[in-house]
């Protein structure tokens, strides 16, 4: 492959070769040299005709110069090698070096007290789009905010410290891994499609995949955002508790903010369709807030949220009404536990997702069936389980738990007991040393990716 880039160099300037003197000056020609051979000069001629002349048959003049090209080409050829070797390199690295870093989000602005309720609102959802969910927080008055950071020292307190940080370990070291080793990830014939419409004719190019553009869009930026903003260290409850819990969530936006302004961009094309038009006040502290929704069929639906004003600051209506009772039964379950004694899976609770193999032949699997009915409390909602599900995929599907719109820490709950059994199984992938290996530890778990792609995309 060298040679054929030499050449080609060669040939395109070959018009413009070197004047070549015999010993006795009887004849010259105008040739380019291509190197040195058994101390013979190796020339092109015009024509692109190869001729190897003989050192000693040449005057002095063009033995001098022929060495000098000889050391040039040398030194070309070198340089060259090296390039290749270099392209050669980062196109089997498990990752860019350095790894690309999304554009810097929009400055963070909080919001103010005293805003009217409509611009409260818009307020919120503009600092959403520009990946700063810590508006959610700001955006709640300061007694509000108060009972939050005691409910969450409360919760640092009770929690199996062990617990939390092997979670967040597993969940850190899962991001870490796709941002790592994306090149070998996007390489996997499972991420790309061959599609024709390369730079020469027919020439075969990858582009990547519906799974590729997943991961490409939505799972490596997620990614991104977790590696940099949940770093173990920073992330253990004593960590979080001596910032205080507001103080890290403000801290924790500043890093992820570009990661999740990036995924904002990409899925929430919701937010870029909904506008706030006006609110109607009852009072000083009661207003209705309209705002158009439309959608990409060219329709257009109003929707109504009812606002009260606490402290200067302009809250949803349910969340006013139901914040001090909330504060009430949290404090109360978790006085419950002793302190450093409760696990994740007792605060958030959340149902273990299991992922079993597919089967060809149709039906349910039984000893899959017993293992699902030890699990549920009441026969009748294993029923229901079972009659949702599609006979004809083999499997009970578990998955539709995950569909409904609305986050809750029981949602929470499942998709961090599927990071721990993720993280328990990541251990091939990690040990990969080469491109090849890595592909080999991805078949292994391909069915709990595929599941966890599938679990993101809903």
């Not at 370990?169 to 991420?191: F, K």
């Not at 207003?287 to 257009?300: F, L, P, R």
Request: glycine share 6%.
């Amino acid at each position: 492959m060298i040679a054929a880039i030499l050449m080609l160099f060669v040939m395109r300037s070959v018009a413009m070769g070197e004047t070549w003197t015999s010993l006795q000056g009887d004849r010259t020609v105008e040739a380019k040299m291509l190197g040195l051979w058994d101390d013979k000069v190796v020339l092109l001629m015009h024509g692109g005709r190869r001729v190897q002349v003989p050192m000693d048959s040449l005057n002095a003049i063009s033995r001098i110069q022929a060495r000098k090209l000889g050391e040039t080409l040398t030194d070309a050829r070198e340089q060259l090698r090296g390039e290749l070797q270099q392209r050669a390199k980062a196109e089997a690295a498990p990752a860019p070096n350095p790894l690309p870093v999304p554009e810097p989000a929009q400055p963070y602005s909080p919001p103010q007290p005293d805003m009217q309720p409509d611009e409260a609102l818009q307020h919120v959802r503009d600092q959403l789009r520009n990946g700063h969910p810590v508006v959610l927080y700001d955006a709640l008055p300061m007694k509000y905010r108060g009972e939050l950071n005691q409910l969450g020292a409360l919760i640092l307190k009770k929690l199996d410290a062990n617990d939390w940080n092997n979670v967040i370990s597993q969940l850190h070291g899962i991001a870490d891994l796709m941002v790592s080793r994306q090149n070998w990830i996007q390489s996997h014939p499972r991420m790309t499609r061959e599609d024709v419409g390369g730079r020469e004719p027919g020439e075969l190019g990858r582009t990547a995949s519906e799974a590729g553009e997943v991961f490409q869009k939505l799972m490596l930026p997620a990614a991104g955002a977790i590696r940099s903003g949940l770093p173990p260290e920073q992330s253990t409850p004593d960590a979080i508790a001596t910032e205080g819990v507001g103080q890290w969530l403000q801290n924790r936006d500043k890093v992820m903010a570009p990661y999740l302004a990036g995924l904002m961009e990409q899925f929430a094309s919701f937010d870029k369709n909904w506008t706030v038009l006006d609110s109607k006040s009852k009072d000083e502290n009661e207003s209705i807030v309209q705002a158009e929704v439309s959608s990409e069929d060219g329709s257009v639906s109003r929707i109504v949220v009812a606002m009260s004003k606490i402290d200067g600051y302009w809250v949803p209506k349910s969340v006013a009404d139901g914040f001090a009772d909330w504060v009430k039964k949290q404090t109360a379950s978790l006085e419950e536990f002793d302190d450093g004694s409760m696990s994740l899976n007792q605060w958030l609770g959340g149902q273990a997702m299991v992922v079993p193999e597919p089967k060809e032949e149709s039906g349910y699997d039984s000893e899959f069936e017993e293992e699902m009915y030890d699990e549920m409390d009441d026969y009748d909602e294993f029923q229901e389980r079972r009659s949702r599900s599609n006979p004809t995929e083999g499997q009970l599907a578990v998955v539709e738990e995950l569909e409904p719109a609305v986050i809750t820490s029981e949602r929470i709950g499942t998709a961090l007991l599927f990071v721990q059994t993720l993280g328990r199984m990541t251990g091939p992938l990690e040990a990969a040393e080469n491109e090849l290996s890595f592909h080999q530890a991805v078949q292994e778990l391909a069915s709990p990716i595929s599941s966890w792609l599938d679990m993101i995309r809903k």
